[in-house]
């Protein structure tokens, strides 16, 4: 064995910049946790409803308000939406009211000029359709578990060929994310000094990355064919229709009814 | 060298460690043990400072680790250069173009002249037995190759404490005897070692201590090797044998 192998280094690093894996890192994080989360629902009225409603309704909702030309409708769905809102866990309620609060000042930045011009009232009318749309999606995203989400799609006449597609690339996002952030962590314990090529060991990380998803796909095309894959793919759904769900149908057919009352002036 | 007191973590809501106390002093050797899931891996990642406890504290050598202090960069180096982690997944640790370039990451970092850098980059490859290895792409070569890559890219940077997650896994036999005579001798050069491991058979004689990991969380049992490997009754009623 060599010598230095026995002997302590004397070593002080030098000054470098790290923010940049360390940034790199805490964008993973999140995309991966926004994935995660969804491994423990509360039982919640609005996490318990059925999936297949809660999108239809969801569409149907976001279709009507960006349709309606009155304050008023738009408002009454809005009172709505954060009455739901208001239903969800504390943890929830706060991320969904600062994503919804931070998307409409990009839209204020963007109606600047518009609002300078005299449309003070249509980009009023616009912002308040932001909000209300971003909650609804949100509120979705937050309660309902992903695998549902791409189930509940077969309903909509999605092929089930893309539902697998869906539900593939959810998650090899997933698996393929956790690697990163791994080979990342590797790549900030070893970065004791300084690095010049900092881009260049970032692109090791992608090549592995790279490589390392081809060979996932290669194995899971031939795990597929061996358990008898053709191409052809039914994915199944069994979705309870319970009385909560029926409250549900009751509230959102009301609000889409004063649509026609009040929504399309 | 290392002091871990009442430390406690969580993954948003699930506990990974609870109240885990331990001590390693300098060269020794520890194997840590325990069922899947008991939180070996999470302690070795909050060893190497890559996550840290919500509450409890970290100290190595005499200082203590915490998030905000790895935050200065010079710290957070001087640490990560001291103390070399193998990562269970090998893939993950190996990110350059050849195995040479792999292995001269840590060195060129620390501003090593190229005679030096070539110097500890030949003694690595020539200890770990991969010297034909050289000019290989680190992602063609086959699982065992990749974990003494890997091992060999922590050595070169010399550190003082070496954290190996599972290494024996998925190793021929062959292998993991070849494994155990080094990190034998790595140890008796003086280097400090923990370890998480699930295979007995090949790391007898390397640990003369082992830490056990209950299903809890906790660390149920922190013993001499032999008495604890010796305690079958103790062993099957942990899930570990």
Known sequence: MADWLFEKDEYIPKEDKVKFIDKSILGFLNILSLIKRKASLSNGYVYSLNPVIKLGFTILIIIFLSLSRSFLFVWTVNVYLFLLLSSLNGEEIKDILKVSLIVPIFTIIILIPSILMGNKLNSLLMLSKIIGTIIAINMISYTTRWTHLTKALKLMCIPDVFILVFDITLKYIYILGEFSLEMLYALKLRSVGSNNNKYGSITGVIGGLFLKSKDMAEEMYSAMECRGFSGEYSSNIKFKFTFKDFMYCLLNTFIIGLYFYIGRM | MIEIKNLNFKYKTNVALKD??????????????????????????????????????????????????????????????????????????????????????????????????????RDCLKLLDIEKLKDREPYNLSGGEKRKVAIASVLSLNPEVLVLDEPMNGIDPKGKRFLRELILRLNKSGKTIICSTHDFEYVKGIFKRVVVFSEEHTILRDDAYDSVIGDEEFLIKHNIK
């Open chain 2, 20 to 121: 885990v106390s331990l001590k390693i002093r300098e060269g020794e050797s520890v194997a840590l043990i325990g069922p899947n899931g008991s939180g070996k891996s999470t302690f070795l990642k909050l060893i190497n400072g890559i996550v840290f406890g919500n509450s409890g504290s970290y100290i190595f050598d005499g200082e203590e680790i915490t998030e905000k202090r790895l935050q200065d960069n010079r710290v957070s180096k001087l640490f990560h250069k001291r103390i070399g982690f193998v990562f269970q997944n090998s893939d993950a640790q190996l990110f350059c173009p050849n195995v040479y370039e792999e292995v001269a990451f840590g060195p060129r970092q620390m501003g090593m002249d190229d005679g030096e850098v070539d110097k500890r980059v």
